[in-house]
């Protein structure tokens, strides 16, 4: 085996397997070359080799390095491992992911992603990074309404995912303490093409892929690559809520000592983003049961709607504009990209990469405020009385004469539509490095040198509204309008008043920021025997500036009495529409600053066994979750004297590595300690916590004859160790933190038929950190069956969630309220889907 121009930071796993996520390391930041022509070369079904020096890695060090050489834990899942499962979200494959807790309950992006009990006390991955082909998707992976998996689809280009768990992630990329998942596109290195059509069985979606890649030239070769989808997507809405599709291509010319590839994107998607939905509580806080309402499920129903399209606003400017609600989450990603390798000298590599993305969109979706007896809820508005009328839908104008059977189940949702005009979240990213190695008393010393440079923008406007509907699955709900006992109006189309009502008139914004970074970064590493160390270190510093305007901003009044619709006549409503008032701009400038490091050991006891430990501080500068907050001075523009816009999570972790070929197994205890400061957007409040987590991440693999399995586990305890402003929750565990997830991947292939399942679990968690009302565990199954009736031809049959369990990820509620209804998400109900796959 020959492996050459491997980087610094890259990781390869070329012992294949079916299925599961591999226990191999993974890039850092970014694929070189040969290493993607490698992997992709070897299909997952193949059984694996046993030869332990297959196993190669290459992270925080100069050269290839085999995996039981290395101090880090990583891990690796092949593409084929989506083609089988079918996924209904990038979210859900990262779940098998060791280390990795995932909430995919949000839709096609808006996922939670954390790693090794790091909180996630708001949304988004804020400490850990996604990349596509070895750069960030964004340089921050919490941006409000932006976070980073919303920009990202999966089609047939994709060759593997690679993630690093703490370790040297934050001395190889900023902003990732954490860890790094990237996913690394197929690069023409096998000549044909893929043609796929897809279906759901029991929901309505459909889709068309294809790839096609190979050689111009024995040094030049290309891939090609794309998908279209068009359905209501595994939650029935009565309209094409799924709608888009992506299309990537890339070319690569190797020379003498290097290559050079140029790649672009472009992505026009939309997807539904899930929010919190009522479900029924029973029982206690600390044993509930979460059942469905009547005529709404909260695993397969959502308060998206056919008869809810629209609604009238101002925009930034404050002008009168009509939203769509069908957007959804709407990312139109147009990027440009550059990788280059050079030998510059024996043993000695410059490489280069740079990508420009133009990053625009949208986010709107209903966020139910509360959800209660529809009658008691108009009274509360119209005083007693009320009168309700359907707002939309093929009933609108009617007099709702019963309103206890509303819906089927006589609830009305206080909804505020959380709509965003993502104008700009446009990245500029380059990273330069020099990597080599030299020959030193009697062992070999490999060093890395480098510097990053990125410019990513925050240009949003927050459209936020309000309206009543009914609770209603199917697609099937309604605005629902308001009068006095006396007739007189109180809303219209829904809306007691065109702004965030129902959260007290806040949150009307416009941000126009760019965020800079810098980092020079370093790492040394020696090995001599069957002994290595290594150590990285990483300077970020950086510029905030821009602009955020608001009422909030100088506390003066954001409502006016407007006449929105242009009839006029001023309606109730239209004496509240909020708007953004003249001279609430405040600049923003701050520069801030912040060294990382990693140092790690690692000793091969045998052939097939080695010992490993690593410890490392890592950096993670806070963006936009910082502004219109206690830290920045809205007149100077500044930090307030003392704050910091960064935290740092400390992360101390040790393991053994057992490979012996057909089998692995992998342990690594970790303890982490993380300081954070967020901004919690449904509570519309800003926290300051200290954290500990303490653990072990368990992951394996097996073969024999026709049947394999991957597994693994994360077992965590975590706390909350101070609170800036609570001190009543310190020692409590975080919200949603679960002691256990775990995955495993069991399958038969015979060749023709592969038949498996992919197991996903955790236990139980608290809703929210005053630790009162749990959310249950729960274990979810999906199944797949592939044929291959010749060659060519695959046929794949796979079932989401099998047994149509309720997963809750997350609720509003921190205990069960006098009503019962809680507002919770919860992973989708069962959905079965079909592919038929031609390779030529």
């Not at 050489?69 to 098998?96: Q, W």
């Not at 949000?106 to 909180?119: D, F, H």
């Not at 609604?311 to 957007?327: K, Y």
């Not at 806040?506 to 002994?531: N, V, W």
């Amino acid at each position: 085996m020959r492996i050459t121009n491997l980087l610094t930071g890259t990781a390869l796993m070329l012992v294949a397997q079916a299925g599961a996520a591999q226990s191999a390391p993974a890039v850092q930041a970014g694929t070189t070359d040969q290493a993607t022509s490698q992997t992709a070369a070897q299909p997952s079904d193949q059984s694996a080799t046993t030869d332990n020096n297959a196993d190669i890695v290459v992270t925080g060090v100069a050269r290839g390095t085999n995996r039981l050489d290395t101090s880090v834990s990583v891990s690796s899942i092949s593409g084929d491992l989506t083609t089988k499962l079918a996924p209904r979200s990038t979210a859900e494959i990262l779940r098998n992911l060791p280390g990795i807790r995932v909430e995919a309950s949000g839709g096609e992006g808006n996922a939670n992603i954390s790693v090794r009990g790091l909180p996630v006390a708001s949304g988004g991955s804020k400490f850990l990074q996604l990349q596509e082909d070895g750069l960030p998707i964004l340089e921050f992976g919490d941006i409000v309404f932006g976070n980073a998996d919303i920009f990202l689809r999966t089609d047939l280009s994709l060759s593997r995912i690679e993630s690093v768990r703490g370790g040297s992630a934050s001395t190889f990329s900023s902003n990732s303490p954490g860890g790094i998942i990237n996913f690394i596109s197929k690069t023409g290195e096998e000549d044909g093409g893929a043609f796929q059509i897809s279906s759901g069985i029991d929901y309505r979606e459909f889709r068309t892929d294809f790839a096609y890649g190979g050689h111009i030239d024995p040094s030049t070769r290309y891939e090609l690559s794309g998908f279209y989808r068009l359905g209501d997507g595994p939650r029935n809405v009565g309209y094409d809520a799924m709608r888009g599709g992506q299309i990537k291509a890339n070319i690569t010319k190797e020379f003498n000592g290097g290559y050079v590839r140029l790649y672009g994107k472009y992505l026009d998607d939309r997807g539904i983003a899930y929010l919190p939905n009522p479900v029924r509580v029973t029982g206690t806080n600390s044993d509930p049961t979460y059942t469905n309402l009547p005529n709404f499920s909260i695993n397969e129903d959502t308060l998206h709607s056919r008869y809810i399209q629209n609604v009238l606003t101002l925009d930034a400017d404050n002008q009168p504009t009509r939203r769509d609600l069908s957007q959804g989450m709407h990312p139109v990603v147009k990027s440009v990209g550059f990788e280059g390798q050079v030998e510059i000298a024996d043993g000695w590599n410059l490489t280069d990469r740079f990508r420009y993305s133009d990053i625009s969109g949208d986010f709107t979706s209903p966020f139910p405020a509360s959800v209660g007896d529809a009658q008691t809820t108009a009274n509360g508005l119209a005083g007693a009385g009320a009168q309700l009328f359907y707002g939309s839908g093929p009933l609108a104008g009617q007099r709702i004469t019963t309103p206890s059977t509303l819906g089927g189940n006589g609830l009305l949702a206080s909804v505020v539509l959380f709509d965003v005009d993502l104008k700009s979240l446009n990245n500029i990213t380059n990273d330069l490095r020099l990597n080599g190695d030299f020959a030193l008393g009697g062992g070999k010393v490999s060093v890395t040198g480098g510097f990053y440079a990125s410019r990513q923008d925050v240009k949003t406007d927050w459209l936020w509204n309000s309206f009543f509907q009914s609770v209603q699955g199917n697609g099937d709900s309604v605005l629902v309008d308001v009068r006095t006992a006396a007739g007189v109006p109180v809303t219209q189309n829904g809306s007691p008043g065109y702004s965030a009502t129902f959260f007290g008139n806040c949150c009307r914004r416009s941000y126009d920021m760019q965020y800079d970074t810098y980092a020079p970064f370093a790492q040394l590493g020696y090995e001599i025997g069957k002994f290595n160390v290594d150590g990285s270190v990483r300077y970020d510093f950086g510029r905030a500036h821009g602009s955020i305007s608001g009422a909030e901003v100088t506390g003066v009044s954001g409502l006016e009495t407007l006449d929105l619709d242009g009839n006029g006549v001023i309606s109730a409503p239209e004496r509240s529409v909020a708007f953004i008032p003249a001279n609430t701009t405040a600049r923003i400038k701050y520069d801030y600053g912040y060294l990382s490091y990693s140092f790690g050991a690692n000793y091969r006891l045998s052939q097939t066994m080695a010992l490993f430990a690593r410890y490392s501080r890592g950096g993670r500068a806070n963006a936009d979750r910082l502004l219109f907050g206690p830290l920045v001075n809205t007149t100077t523009g500044d930090l307030v004297d003392g704050a910091k816009p960064y935290d740092f999570v400390r992360q101390a972790e040790g393991g053994v590595k057992i490979n012996v070929g057909a089998a692995a197994f992998y342990a690594t205890v970790f303890h982490a300690k993380t300081q954070e400061t967020n901004y919690l957007l449904s509570q519309q409040q800003f926290t300051s916590r200290d954290y500990k987590a303490t653990g072990v991440e368990l992951e394996g693999r097996v073969r024999r004859g026709i049947f394999s399995l991957a597994a693994g586990g994360t077992y965590t305890d975590a706390k909350i160790t101070r609170d800036a402003t609570d001190a009543t929750i310190d020692g409590n565990r975080p919200q949603r933190q679960a002691k256990f997830v775990y995955q495993a991947t069991p399958q038969i292939d015979l060749g023709r038929f592969t038949i498996g399942a992919n197991v996903i679990g955790t236990t139980s968690s608290y809703t929210q950190p005053v630790n009162q009302l749990k959310m249950p565990g729960y274990t979810q199954v999906n199944g797949f069956l592939s044929v291959r009736p010749t060659d060519g031809v695959t046929l794949n049959v796979n079932a989401n969630n099998l047994f149509n369990v309720k997963g809750i990820t997350e609720a509003e509620d921190a205990a069960i309220p006098a009503n019962g209804i809680v507002r919770a998400r919860s992973i989708n109900g069962r959905t079965i889907s079909a592919s038929a796959r031609f390779d030529f």
